[in-house]
């Protein structure tokens, strides 16, 4: 399965929850703690989630794998197209002590607190996450999973995240093309 993704600043909080309620279905809060280790030119994550749905918290880890491609459109709009490995671990020690015995080094660490929605589409069921990662701000993720790669699929799913992003209320010209890796180690950039 390929992530078909894309990411936009939310400056306006409590109006994108009230978009998002009329039309996506809350489905739980997570919190996602997640620390990059590079290794060559291979970087991978380790993910400790925490999450709260119907009043039960429960913690998982998840070690992921992604091979990611940014395709920008003619308009200078961004998206993402992942191929993403994931398992989850019972454990993440014995994964972390082999990616640093192999040389692996921490490349950065990231907070994320979530609002995970859903909402149907021609495409299958959309994740939207409205995110708080300190220190860049607040951000909604959108994704939809898609058998294919290719760029009519892409196209046309591209063309329905761009739909949900203004259905949230949030105008097309806040799509950051940026991963938050980039802006998380080029601090500088951020004010752009």
Known sequence: ????ELKAHVYDREEAIKNLNSFAKYERKIIKDDTY????SITSRIRKEIVTENEKTFSTFLYTYKKKELKIDKDGKSIEVNDENECELNDPT???KFITDA????KLTKHKETLFYTADTPFGQANLELCKVPPLGDFLEIEI???SQDSETVNNIQKELH???LKSGIPLENIENRYYSELLLDPDKNSE
């Not at 280790?37 to 060559?40: E, K, T």
């Open 1 to 4: 399965m390929f992530e078909v």
């Open 37 to 40: 280790y590079s290794l060559n």
């Open 94 to 96: 014995p994964v972390e």
């Open 103 to 106: 040389g692996g080094k921490i």
């Open 145 to 147: 999973l898609s058998q």
């Open 163 to 165: 739909s949900l992003l």
